[in-house]
């Protein structure tokens, strides 16, 4: 039990960094482009893990068959990563928040595909009630942040085939530093050219924003980490929708922003099917 409250201070810890990545890149403003943002978020990430691979001498090992998993993952990363800041700078952070939070259960819809695994009624149903919290957060329309809302959404499916992936090629023992230097090594090369011949000049205030999103970024990475080593994913990944919380007040705060009926409606149905989904888990555990 100790050892589970641990991981859950952790996810939580987690949560919290993860909204102050959201919160600066916000903070950092419409004026630098998503690609450019991208890429310093991805270089602090690359050069902490890096050092951890040197710190602990840790062989970069991807393994025979990983390559396309590795890939895929990095690419998924990538526009997920574009999709999400996108939302981020168009819409409320609590909404940009949640939307990225689908990803959970696109990871169950593509590990289907990549791992195999089955999927149960009511899995499927937890499923259906998630993506019906989207379309109220979205609310569909011919709006350009309804288009931006969609962006949110493309990039928590991006977000949950990475995880997918993730899981895949840690099923074949290739290490988490590994993973995480590869797609930021990968992400930083492919926005380099971008940053090379269209490269925005930023006030100090705006380098100094995208770089606290990295270090941030980089701090949830550590800590989700640590609490998924302490404890399964399936008893706490509940906890890390305290990062609705942690966005929704920054937002207000900050910038005044009040999520409206409809987003709240959509914001109960995704965490209530992620809190279901929690607890059925548990007690099919019990059971076993």
């Not at 997920?80 to 168009?90: E, T």
């Amino acid at each position: 039990m100790k050892q589970k409250n641990k991981a859950i201070a952790y996810i939580i810890l987690s949560a919290f960094f993860f909204a102050l990545m959201l919160f600066f890149v916000r903070l950092a403003g419409n004026r630098v482009p998503v690609i450019q943002k991208s890429f310093f978020r991805n270089i602090v990430a690359f050069a902490i893990a890096a050092a951890i691979l040197i710190k602990e001498r840790e062989p970069v090992c991807i393994g025979k068959g990983n390559m396309r998993y590795m890939l895929t993952r990095a690419i998924a990363g990538t526009l997920g990563i574009f999709c999400n800041f996108s939302a981020v700078d168009h819409l409320n952070l609590a909404d940009a928040s949640i939307l990225n939070k689908l990803s959970p259960f696109f990871a169950v819809l593509f590990s289907i595909v990549l791992l195999k695994e089955k999927v149960s009624t009511v899995e499927w149903l937890t499923l259906a009630t998630a993506f019906a919290g989207a379309m109220f957060v979205i609310k569909p329309s011919f709006s350009m942040s309804s288009f931006y809302a969609l962006a949110g959404f493309a990039g928590g499916m991006a977000a949950g085939l990475s995880y997918a992936c993730v899981r895949k090629l840690g099923t074949h023992g290739v290490k988490g530093p590994v993973i995480i230097a590869f797609f930021s090594g990968f992400s930083c090369l492919c926005t380099l050219p971008y940053l090379i011949f269209s490269f925005t000049p930023m006030s100090a205030g705006e380098l100094t924003s995208l770089l606290l999103a990295g270090c941030s970024a980089a701090g949830g990475q550590i800590f989700i980490t640590a609490a998924y080593t302490n404890a399964p994913a399936r008893e706490i990944s509940v906890f890390d929708y305290s990062q609705i919380i942690f966005t929704a007040s920054l937002g207000f705060l900050m910038w005044g922003q009040i999520p409206d009926i409809l987003s709240v409606i959509g914001y109960i149905l995704i965490i209530g099917a992620a809190i279901f989904k929690w607890r059925y888990n548990l007690s099919q555990d019990r059971q076993k």
